[in-house]
């Protein structure tokens, strides 16, 4: 699942005319470049869920094997939006991605896919705070010993995971954030993280363009 819904408010003036996914970033689209993570990690089937000028993402998806979730409406965030797409993904973990990051090392998908166990509820992608290239505020995650994850610390959401969609059908309200499950596996230390070996840039505002091309070119 590859979150492509959001305003990209930060990212304006791009955004004005274009969504966020498909800014290019060293000559390839954001979303295009997720998508390349997901295939080579084995990851399908694939849905791509939008809102922001969503008919430029729809075509630019024509042809490919990629479903589309659209949220015409109003935008369902992460969690509503995993939610809705589920019919789209099948049964079973699923791994979600933020298409607004850029990667260099080993592909994070994949390295999640080796780690996780079926005693995990959700395993998370971690990046040290100091590694976080363009990242604004502190981190969001502490890690024990046994890789289980809690809140605040000195990592940073990387943007990728696995997790299990299940206990999404208790939440009752339609808009809500992947946060509001994160906190229910992390109350019942079901939910870990493990570290990304490689760059990480977060592509969250266009003065982030160039150090993303730079970690890329690096």
Known sequence: ????????????????????????VAGRTLLDRALDLGREAGAGPVAVNTHYRGGQIRDHLA?????????????????GGLRKALPLLGPGPVMTLNPDVVWTGPNPLA?????????????LMLVPVGRATARQGAGDFSRDADGRISRRGDYVY??????????????PDPV???????????AEGRAFGIIHRGGWCDVGYPEAIPLAEEMLHG
């Open 176 to 186: 809500f954030s992947l946060n509001r499950l994160w906190d229910l596996l992390i």
């Open 111 to 123: 390295a999640l896919d080796a780690a996780w166990r079926e005693d995990m509820d959700a395993l």
């Open 158 to 171: 990387g943007g990728a995971q696995i997790i299990r969609p299940d206990r999404l059908a208790e939440i």
């Open 63 to 79: 042809g490919r094997d990629v479903a589309i979730s659209d949220e015409p409406g109003t935008i369902l965030d992460t969690g």
């Open 1 to 24: 699942m590859i979150f492509a819904a959001g305003l990209g408010t930060r990212m304006r003036p791009l955004t004005d005319s274009l969504p966020k996914p498909l800014i290019p």
